[in-house]
């Protein structure tokens, strides 16, 4: 008859026993984990433009991550939170792109990203008006974008001047005026 180890015995009774425990708390995660995130939605990029308005100059960006987190029960909750690649400007003019892209400018290679994260998200008849901080060229601003629901998507508009980030193309700060539009889809 060969010796049992009361101690290993014990041990492995444990070890089942938690692994059981391990397993049941898994289905039930998996269970009620869409409950949890019911109504928890994120931004999928449709479109981004802008119009330099004293050049009268058009154009987009892309390249759209997002970690934003929206609860459009609870809109208050919110975080927008993404950035869109400096490389991905355009205007219709490559040789205005590759200008613009350039160190004066954007400068690309040292700041590949344009960044923006809530810090206050409200609703009133207006729409939701998102207030955060947008990051040009490794200088921060505040921004307030105004958004309108439709058809699960949001529209927004917002403004900024460029100077205020550091790309002077205009001498005067009314000229270097640029309104953006954005369109996104609530995507769960």
Do not use: C
């Amino acid at each position: 008859m060969a010796f049992q180890n009361p101690i290993a015995k014990f041990e492995g009774a444990v070890h089942a026993k938690t692994m059981d425990m391990n397993r049941y708390s898994f289905f039930v995660l998996l269970i009620f984990l869409p409950v949890f995130l019911i109504g928890q939605q994120t931004l999928k990029m449709k479109e981004i433009s802008f119009v330099f308005e004293s050049k009268e100059v058009q154009g987009s960006i892309g390249d759209f991550h997002s970690t934003s987190s929206i609860d459009i029960a609870d809109i208050t909750n919110a975080v927008f939170e993404g950035s869109v690649s400096t490389s991905s400007l355009k205007t219709g003019n490559f040789l205005r792109d590759w200008s613009l892209k350039n160190r004066k400018y954007f400068n690309e290679d040292e700041y590949p990203r344009i960044y923006f994260k809530s810090t206050e998200v409200t609703e009133n008849a207006e729409g939701i008006r998102v207030a955060g901080l947008l990051t040009i060229k490794g200088n921060t601003n505040p921004l307030s974008i105004v958004f309108r629901r439709e058809n699960g998507q949001l529209e927004g508009i917002a403004e900024l001047y460029t100077s205020d980030y550091g790309i002077q193309i205009k001498k005067k700060r009314a000229e270097n005026r640029v309104r953006i539009r954005f369109a996104f889809e609530l995507v769960e």
